[in-house]
């Protein structure tokens, strides 16, 4: 019986501890900024699946969304491979990359790259991180990521590149894992649409969904024809500034059109 007895009262004290840590959560978690339609939910699906159709991620990277009822929360996925992300994966975070409401679901190591530079760009209401394979040797050469195919023009006026060895000032395990790291992320990206990350991958925002998917995709595209190009010897011709802000001007607007087929294609029949 004394056994018996003494078992009961670890389980009950376990159990209280339990929902005391449970109640002290929710007091800590930031609030919600409420429901968002379902139809964004879809297309932050939708991101992570072309995303994966298109090879700019693998089992790794992610994209979010700012929440649009308030500015000061934003939506990504638990920590799952994007192919996998469906609509109950979906969470919200505030911008210090603290999970609404985790409930025991685990959150991207990775999330404050997404919080700090909403926090710094309010234009921004999309950011993807990836592992983008052809931007990989731009980020660890001497030779810059430059616009030489019109799809790309968004690169002109330059890609800068994070050195997180650099930022931490010592050796890391190259993750933007803290909100300091995020923070020298955001400021190396500044006022630009990409930054390329050393030995690690790239950072991309845009205006919506549709647009940083794009710039994902093609900042894939024209990193791998620079390659092939620099390869063939001699000089290569890009972009110049004058021609990368109109041919800009000019595909930024059709922008829905390979998204409506992306989505096509990425999404289950």
């Known amino acids: 019986m004394p056994s ?3 078992g009961r009262r670890a389980f009950l004290g376990g159990s209280i501890a339990a929902l005391l840590a449970t109640r002290a959560a929710a007091q800590t978690a930031p609030a919600s900024a409420g429901p968002v339609d379902r139809a964004l939910i879809d297309d932050l699906v939708a991101a992570n699946r072309i995303l994966a159709d298109q090879g700019v991620v693998d089992g790794y990277g992610h994209v979010s969304l700012r929440h649009p009822a308030d500015p000061q929360r934003y939506l990504m996925s638990r920590s799952i491979a994007p192919e996998l992300v469906t609509a109950g994966d979906v969470m919200e975070y505030d911008l210090d990359s603290t999970a609404v409401d985790a409930r025991g679901r685990t959150s991207y190591l990775e999330r404050f790259i997404h919080g700090e530079i909403y926090r710094v760009r309010p234009d921004v209401k999309a ?10 040797p731009f980020g660890v050469s001497t030779a810059p990521l430059r616009p030489l195919y019109h799809m790309s023009a968004f690169l002109g006026g330059g890609v800068p590149v994070f050195d997180i060895k650099v930022a931490a000032g010592q050796p890391t395990d190259m993750l933007v894992r803290t909100p300091a790291l995020g923070r020298a992320l955001a400021q190396t990206l500044g006022d630009r649409p990409v930054a390329l990350m050393r030995g690690h991958g790239a950072v991309v925002v845009g205006d919506s969904l549709p647009r940083v998917v794009f710039r994902s995709v093609y900042t894939e595209v024209n990193a791998r024809l620079q390659a092939q190009a620099m390869a063939l010897g001699g000089p290569v011709t890009y972009l110049d500034d004058e021609e990368a802000r109109r041919a ?3 595909v930024g607007g059709t922008v829905p059109r390979p998204w409506e087929l992306w989505k096509k294609k990425a999404l289950p029949r």
């Open 4 to 6: 018996t007895s003494l």
């Open 248 to 250: 800009d001007a000019s």
């Open 127 to 136: 950011v993807v991180h990836n592992h983008s394979p052809s931007v990989i």
